[in-house]
């Protein structure tokens, strides 16, 4: 047995696992260096606000202008949105003269059967809620729209809607609030 190729194949390895390790620590930390210097910044919460230019919000309440009024609807709505821009954006709610400023009104609140069972009545039910949006960017007008965010929830007709209606209401608002936020900030 010849033991010098041995050792050499045996040092060999050793060497090219030290080379592998260096490589990798070298590749580390050039990823390192490299991500310290973009400028490039993601944002987790979807908002893509220019900071410097925008620094308040003022959003108005929305009343409930719909033929079919819940009674806690509007405020359920109006502490949302409020609320969806106070936990993921930095700016200041102002009453007036904000950067940003979203106003509208709740359009439509509606339930209509959605299926039929076989023997003939409605098996399921579908509520929607509509709410009309004016947004104004007072930065850049270019970004200014009116538009209308639509939800829906359905229940079983086996259950009342006085049962159900503040659990469905709770998740058309979270809803419609995010398609606002994303319409108004998050630039996609």
């Not at 639509?150 to 009342?160: F, L, M, N």
């Amino acid at each position: 047995m010849d033991w010098t190729n041995k050792k050499f194949q045996v040092s060999s390895f050793r060497f090219q696992v030290a080379g592998i390790r260096k490589l990798s620590i070298l590749l580390l930390v050039l990823c390192g260096i490299l991500m310290a210097a973009c400028s490039v910044s993601y944002k987790f919460n979807g908002a893509s606000i220019d900071y410097t230019k925008v620094k308040t919000i003022q959003i108005a309440d929305f009343p409930n202008r719909a033929n079919y009024v819940w009674g806690p609807m509007a405020n359920m709505f109006n502490n949302k949105l409020k609320d969806q821009y106070a936990s993921h954006t930095k700016l200041s709610q102002v009453k007036r003269n904000g950067d940003l400023k979203i106003e509208g009104e709740i359009t439509r609140y509606e339930q209509y059967n959605k299926s039929v069972s076989a023997e003939g009545y409605s098996a399921q039910t579908e509520l929607s809620m509509t709410v009309n949006v004016r947004f104004t960017n007072n930065t850049n007008h270019t970004e200014d729209f009116e538009q209308q965010f639509t939800a829906k929830s359905t229940y079983e007709t086996t259950q009342s809607l006085n049962s159900v209606q503040e659990e469905l209401v709770t998740q058309m608002i979270d809803e419609i609030c995010d398609q606002i936020f994303n319409a108004t900030v998050a630039n996609w």
